[in-house]
């Protein structure tokens, strides 16, 4: 009786067995098929194009937008060259930006300046961000970036132009008016645009690559 039981006990521990092996591997089978190698390159170039036409679209809509207000600030400077006389300098007095910084003493040729200054920071900025190409990685010195090395000096030149303008202007007319936004704006466009315009550049790049290094952790996957 003891052998019988003995042999029951055995042979119900094996079916248990072989119902948890079947359990697990139906689990494994469920829980998704490990993708072959041609599988694994279709997702990282999809993650790839993806990212390339993310930071392309993005490149493109700021680069836009900082040509837009570059080509603001050029058409100021040729109003203002072209009535650079006395009979008709009112009328380059009264354009946005430059009514805020008039009082009796202010120069029209300074005010050109700072004109040309930010439009050409501006320019300078959405040029680098579309049309030129990142360098290397590691790599120091580009195009790229001397192109937006540029764009920072010129934005800080007229940045501080235009605070010294519209500081003599609100002094003349009895206060310091900074907070007012539409001087504020012009401030920060001219400090702010081309760092801006670097740090979003430099964020898509860094997506863009990331999405490269999937293929270089997969190819040495493979290898090990």
């Given at each position: ?14 079916s248990?067995?072989?119902r948890?092996?079947e ?5 494994a ?5 490990i ?21 392309r ?19 100021l400077a040729?109003i ?37 200054a930010?439009a ?30 540029s ?32 001087v ?5 466009v ?26 270089r ?8």
């Amino acid at each position: 009786m003891f052998a019988a039981l003995r042999g029951r006990g055995a042979s119900a521990e094996g079916s248990t067995r072989r119902r948890f092996a079947e359990t697990d591997d139906a689990s494994a089978s469920s829980s998704g098929a490990i993708l072959d190698s041609d599988e694994q390159e279709n997702v990282v170039a999809s993650l790839e194009r993806q990212a390339r036409n993310a930071a392309r679209v993005w490149r493109f809509a700021f680069g836009v937008a900082a040509s837009l207000f570059s080509l603001f600030f050029a058409r100021l400077a040729r109003i203002a060259s072209t009535h650079d006389r006395a009979e008709t300098r009112d009328v380059a007095w009264s354009q946005p930006v430059h009514i805020h910084a008039y009082h009796e003493n202010a120069s029209l040729q300074t005010i050109k300046t700072l004109d040309v200054a930010t439009a050409s920071s501006l320019l300078a900025a959405a040029a680098a961000m579309t049309l030129l190409k990142h360098g290397r990685h590691g790599e120091t010195l580009s195009a790229k970036r001397l192109t937006y090395a540029s764009a920072f000096m010129l934005g800080a030149f007229a940045a501080r132009g235009w605070w010294r303008a519209f500081r003599k202007a609100a002094q003349a007319e009895g206060g310091i008016v900074f907070s007012d936004p539409r001087v504020a704006w012009v401030l920060a466009v001219a400090s702010l645009g081309a760092p801006a315009c670097f740090a979003i550049d430099r964020s898509l790049e860094r997506t863009v690559r990331e999405a490269s290094s999937l293929r270089r952790h997969m190819y040495r996957h493979k290898r090990a």
